[in-house]
């Protein structure tokens, strides 16, 4: 097949690319390079065709599809910040081009992988450990963290207990998550009444070599080691009893390849996730070894306090996720060691201090 692969040039989406090369498809890779600092990064992989240009714009999206048998949507904005049209308009008007073009067209598309996000859970689901209520939590408030009241309370006042995310339900909150949402539910309703089979893949934190160091959103891996390597102690947020199931990329990119010729997927959100939850003071552990992070309870506000997800739905169509997570971490600092400039520290926490994002 001929495969479009936006953000092809990014994290997920160059092993990705890779892996669909390995199998014999032909790929065009769509990438603004906007987390490259504007240059083509090292891993590209050159047998693959490469556009260099936006996803929200038509006429480069409509060149870039033409002749495309499937496509891969990862391009996307991730941040923790506040220019929130900018997050509505890369994830979403990106995400109904595609539609818009294929229709327009009548362009037979044998399958649109959108990447969602874990994200679209927010603070998940909780059953309250005295009542027995099953609820979905609202983001929790300034006011409840500023008092290190990090853990989710049942309106009885009792202990909730966070149940594994699956994929019938969906809480986003904060503008990504939001905007993964949209795109999403806009990916799969067009789709299925276009008959343009869709999926939409909600990953939770993946890790591995070239993740992307621009934004805050690509988790604890990312922040510790840009910290380790700057000389600089790395801080702990909230009380590090978070949990988080990170996922080693080649179980992502494998599920990527799971969901591209199986029609069962088709007009279904998966979640995509190692399936083992750990604490984030377990992690930095992994990461840091004996170095003891800075504690002083500060927290980033939009952050969900649990995030797990249920991974039967994908299993189900024979993924099984094997990677190992120390692996993933330890090559992942060797890589980010020969990438010294992209792991310069140039004060981004200090930013996200002044607009309020940490407190
Ligand atoms: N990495 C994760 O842990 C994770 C978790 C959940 C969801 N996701 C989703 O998976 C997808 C891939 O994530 P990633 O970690 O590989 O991100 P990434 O930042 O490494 O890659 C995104 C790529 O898209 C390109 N891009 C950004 N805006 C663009 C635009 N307007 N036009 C064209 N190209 C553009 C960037 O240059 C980059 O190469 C995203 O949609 C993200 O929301 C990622």
New binding site residues.
Partial sequence: MKILV??G?????SHTVDALLKQGHRVVI???????KGLVPDWYNQAADLIV????NPPTMARAMLGVDAIYH?????DYLLDFSKFVR?NCV?TSLIYEIAVARKQALHKVIM?S???VYGEGEYCCSHCQKTFYPKARKDKQLKTKQWNIICDCGHFAEYVLSRETFSNPYNQYALT?HAGELFALRTGERFDIPTVAMR????QGIR??T??GY??ALRVFTKALLNNKVPEIYEDGLQLRDYTPIQDVVQANLVVLDNPIANYKSFNVSSGKAITLNQYARMILKDIEPIREGRYRYGDTRHAVSDIKGLCNLGWVPTGNLQDAVDEYIEWAKTQTHTFRYYGENEYMEQVGVIR
């Fill in positions: 936006t953000g040039l990014g994290f997920i989406g769509l990438d603004d390079l906007s987390t490259h240009g936006d996803v929200t990862f391009a996307a904005y991730q890369v990106s990447a996000s874990q994200a993964k990953y939770s934190i993946t993740q992307s621009a934004n690509s988790g």
